[in-house]
């Protein structure tokens, strides 16, 4: 059984278009990380949350942006998606500095 | 800075032959180590977690790691391979305190019938 959730799985949308990616953790959970993968590569922070309200940019430049309103809700925002856009993102959480959960991860394509 | 070089991006063995998978850290501080595992179209769960107690860590699935300060690694072994095991592994590295993780670039295991 997840303890978090990712919505979509997949999507495929068209360059210029706004979308939000959707993640959900029910650990209660303090922190949270989003994760761009790509085929060979490391796995990149992109953002990340230490609470409500608090949100940082990660290690690798990106110009999607993220909310923390609620503690168990950390949705990612494209303005205007482009090809290069084109990854997979996991989002994870944590209590402590200690392991991750992740979700199953989103899909994106940008065409 | 911490990092983390997994050696060989693709690895085979044969079902019931020794899986061995290598990682080297880099860390200014004593590290917490882990190895998580991505099924294909999932996201990556946690296989097991060093952090400054035994050195040898059990894991789940059969897996185990060994840390090993001299060598700065954290191999992590089975001694025999089944085909659920077929998937890609990451080694990562947090520094104590610092609260976020560096992951390496992943190793795919293919295991052969």
Known sequence: EADIYQTPRYLVIGTGKKITLECSQTMGHDKMYWYQQDPGMELHLIHYSYGVNSTEKGDLSSESTVSRIRTEHFPLTLESARPSHTSQYLCASSEYEESYTFGSGTRLTVV | ?113
């Open chain 2, 1 to 113: 800075a911490q990092s983390v070089t997994q050696l060989g991006s693709h690895v085979s063995v044969s079902e019931g032959a020794l899986v061995l998978l290598r990682c080297n850290y880099s860390s200014s501080v004593p590290p917490y180590l882990f190895w998580y595992v991505q099924y294909p179209n999932q996201g990556l769960q946690l296989l097991l977690k060093y952090t400054s107690a035994a050195t040898l860590v059990k894991g789940i699935n059969g897996f185990e790691a060994e840390f090993k300060k001299s060598e700065t690694s954290f191999h992590l072994t089975k001694p025999s391979a089944h085909m659920s095991d077929a998937a890609e592994y990451f080694c990562a590295v947090s520094e104590t305190g610092y609260q976020k993780v560096t992951f390496g670039t992943g190793t795919k295991l293919q295991v052969i019938p």
